[in-house]
């Protein structure tokens, strides 16, 4: 159903630094999937569905939806899509119901139909209690099944959604979760970003986890985590100084029998996360420490989850990663007010 290859954009000019926000990513996603795109803020993932729904021009790359060349024919592509923004934009002075009515008539929908199909939304996203109060009194959970019900009111072939369950409520995220399971068992292909692994877990048929603009890993939940195989082990000898002495201990760790993967984690000091073949494993692996007066600092056992699939393929967990983005932006704030 969708087509991405080989996409480049840059963003940035003569005064701004320039970032390479996609780096020739490709994917592609079936028919009637729920197909999530998983990685951290600035990995590319909004720039990607900008792009997909005709928003953004690529520097580079063909995109093709339904088999309908995108960048060629963007008005076609527009009416097989539904977009849903990850900023709200939703007017406070109109009704709910009123929201719904205007942008079915931008969808050019007759009056019989736009109202069948806003009550149709309105009782399957749970909005009948509040539809008629303004938007302006709405909580983030109303306003996002709001958001989405504009999004779904031309019935689109394709549901691009980006980030729809930040900041929201457990109740409001479930109520999406669920709408979005339901709109799969019919037969519309979903794409949706997240940096939540929870949500990409228990929702997406197939994965991407993209990184610095790139497709990283691909595949169904079940294939990424079975293909790291075995128990994940976490382990921190010490807190190493550097690197190189890290890799000293990753290199003595990888000539233990069992030892399947080993990544250094420079994030959280250099401590090492493991693929084990078993249990039995772990007893070797101190064994082996001791002999080289390496004292065990600290060690978990687990199996391998999304988060160690995005470790194996990035060499950082996603919280290390949304945690480097919030730090850059931090730093960029502070360089700011500094030359104010």
């Known amino acids: 159903m969708i087509e ?3 996409l480049s954009k840059r963003f940035g000019g003569r005064k701004a630094q320039p970032v390479q926000a996609l780096d020739d990513l490709s994917l592609s996603v079936p028919a009637g999937a729920l197909y999530g795109l998983l990685g951290p803020n600035g990995a590319g993932k909004t720039t990607t569905l900008r792009i997909l729904a005709t928003l953004l021009a690529p520097d580079a790359g063909q995109v093709s939806v339904a088999g309908i060349d995108a960048l060629a024919e963007p008005r076609r592509v527009r009416r097989l899509l539904g977009y849903v923004a990850q900023e709200v934009a939703i007017d406070k002075i109109l009704s709910g ?5 205007l942008q079915a008539a931008l969808h050019h929908l007759g009056a019989a139909d736009r109202d069948a199909r806003s009550d149709e939304l309105i009782d399957l996203l749970g909005m009948g209690d509040w ?3 303004r938007c ?4 983030g959970g109303m306003r996002r099944r709001l958001d989405l019900a504009t999004g779904l009111l031309h019935r689109p072939r394709v549901l691009v959604l980006d980030e729809p ?4 409520d457990i109740e409001s995220r479930t109520a999406i979760w669920q709408v979005l399971r339901q709109l799969r068992d019919q037969g519309t292909t979903v794409l949706l970003s997240s940096h939540y692994l929870e949500e990409v877990d228990a929702l997406a048929d ?3 986890i993209i990184d610095g603009g790139r497709v990283l890993a691909e595949g169904t939940p079940s294939e990424l985590k079975n293909a790291l195989g075995g128990d994940r082990v976490t382990l921190r000898v010490r807190e190493f100084s550097d690197a190189q002495e890290a890799s000293r201990v990753r290199s003595l760790l990888q000539a233990c029998r069992g ?3 080993v990544v250094v984690n420079q994030a959280q000091g250099y401590s090492l996360n493991l693929v084990v073949e078993d249990a039995g494993v772990v007893e070797a692996l101190r064994r082996q420490l001791a002999e080289a007066q390496l004292p065990l600092f600290a060690l978990s056992q687990s199996r391998p989850s999304l988060d160690d699939v995005y470790l194996q393929a990035t060499g950082r967990t996603l919280s290390d990663a949304e945690l480097s983005v919030a730090g850059r932006r931090d730093l960029k704030e502070e360089r700011k007010q500094s030359m104010r």
């Open 4 to 6: 991405l290859q080989h």
């Open 97 to 101: 119901r009123e929201l719904l009515h």
């Open 131 to 133: 539809i008629d109060r």
């Open 136 to 139: 302006g009194s709405y909580s």
């Open 165 to 168: 369950t930040v900041g929201l």
């Open 206 to 208: 197939r994965l991407a």
């Open 259 to 261: 030892v399947r993967q």
